[in-house]
T-cell receptor
């Protein structure tokens, strides 16, 4: 299973863009990259998934370079309610979530 | 709009009691999982199932057991609860290989006193 590395924490202010980069050097050819969001006392929630290039939905954008050894989750114009833990995962079953990135948005 | 349901949401129980945490999904997913998470800590995979009558232990050793008699149902049982079992238990399901991701339930917060 591919291992991922992402920052432990990031701070931001309301209205700013937050970019979280995840490294996954040993990603397999058929692996997808998926990001989840988790609030305290809740289960993780699917945010976005991609295989290569750029994916955008109503919540976030995901940028994946050609070598696929990293990916960047972009949260546009964050609000206080975006304060959460964000997980980057590679693969599609028996996933290990790791510590994730704690994003704190301040007023 | 949750398609995966966990009950109870909260449970406080005495040491030595037998408990079963329920998890059901309506999406027809083959793969189901149980994760354990302490407050502010990582999620640890404790059980998973590839389909009916298929269960295996995860990365974190757990004294709990699971069963998968029906596709939609994946209960977790503790035969004799202890304070060390106090944690949040999260159930998830997925389609398996390819795109789609996991869908998680809301979790069961278990406290053993």
């Amino acid at each position: 299973l591919a291992k991922t590395t992402q920052p432990i924490s990031m701070d931001s202010y309301e209205g700013q863009e937050v970019n979280i980069t995840c490294s996954h050097n040993n990603i397999a050819t058929n692996d997808y990259i998926t990001w989840y969001q988790q609030f305290p006392s809740q289960g993780p929630r699917f945010i976005i998934q991609g295989y290569k290039t750029k994916v955008t939905n109503e919540v976030a954008s995901l940028f994946i370079p050609a070598d696929r050894k990293s990916s960047t989750l972009s949260l546009p114009r964050v609000s206080l309610s975006d304060t959460a833990v964000y997980y980057c995962l590679v693969g599609d079953y028996k996933l290990s979530f790791g510590a994730g990135t704690t994003v704190t948005v301040r007023a | 709009e949750a398609d995966i349901y966990q009950t109870p949401r909260y449970l406080v129980i005495g040491t030595g009691k037998k408990i079963t945490l329920e998890c059901s999904q309506t999406m027809g997913h083959d793969k189901m999982y149980w994760y354990q998470q302490d407050p502010g800590m990582e999620l640890h995979l404790i059980h998973y199932s590839y389909g009916v009558n298929s269960t295996e232990k995860g990365d974190l050793s757990s004294e709990s057991t699971v069963s998968r008699i029906r596709t939609e149902h994946f209960p977790l049982t503790l035969e004799s609860a202890r304070p060390s079992h106090t944690s949040q238990y999260l159930c998830a399901s997925s389609v398996g290989r390819g795109p789609g991701g996991y869908t998680f339930g809301s979790g069961t917060r278990l406290t053993v006193v």
